[in-house]
């Protein structure tokens, strides 16, 4: 396995998501993109990351069902991110909230995002 963070992102924007894994793979960070909730616990099987930054409002599987999901199948093994440009007085938004281990408003605030994301020991 590698030595490298690895950190899924999670968003149907895809410009936006491809932004952030460019800018995190210049940070040292393996970094995979995945457009939908559905795509992303796919990708999970396989990519095994340690960390998911996920989108709170994306259309089908929202960003709640994907914390749920992945916080079920892996525990507390998995660091989840979410990331919102909505009102955090939302439901679905404040539901999230209590789920994940972290949240960031957009656009990211990448020293912020730097913060969160876990680090491999030694």
């Given at each position: ?8 992102i999670?968003d ?10 460019e800018?995190l ?11 939908s ?5 796919e ?23 994907l914390?749920r ?8 093994d ?12 939302q439901?679905?938004v ?8 972290h ?20």
């Amino acid at each position: 396995m590698s030595d490298t963070v690895r950190v899924l992102i999670v968003d149907d924007l895809e410009d936006a998501a491809q932004a952030l894994a460019e800018l995190l793979e210049l940070n040292g960070y393996q970094a995979q993109v995945a457009r939908s909730g559905e795509q992303a616990l796919e990708l999970a099987r396989s990519f095994a990351p340690h960390c998911v930054l996920l989108d709170i409002g994306m259309p089908g599987m929202d960003g709640l069902e994907l914390a749920r999901r992945l916080r079920q199948k892996h525990g507390n093994d998995i660091v989840l991110i979410a990331v919102t440009g909505g009102s955090m007085t939302q439901p679905a938004v404040a539901e999230t909230f209590a789920v994940v281990d972290h949240y960031l408003m957009k656009p990211v605030d990448v020293d912020r995002l730097n913060k969160v994301l876990p680090k491999l020991p030694g």
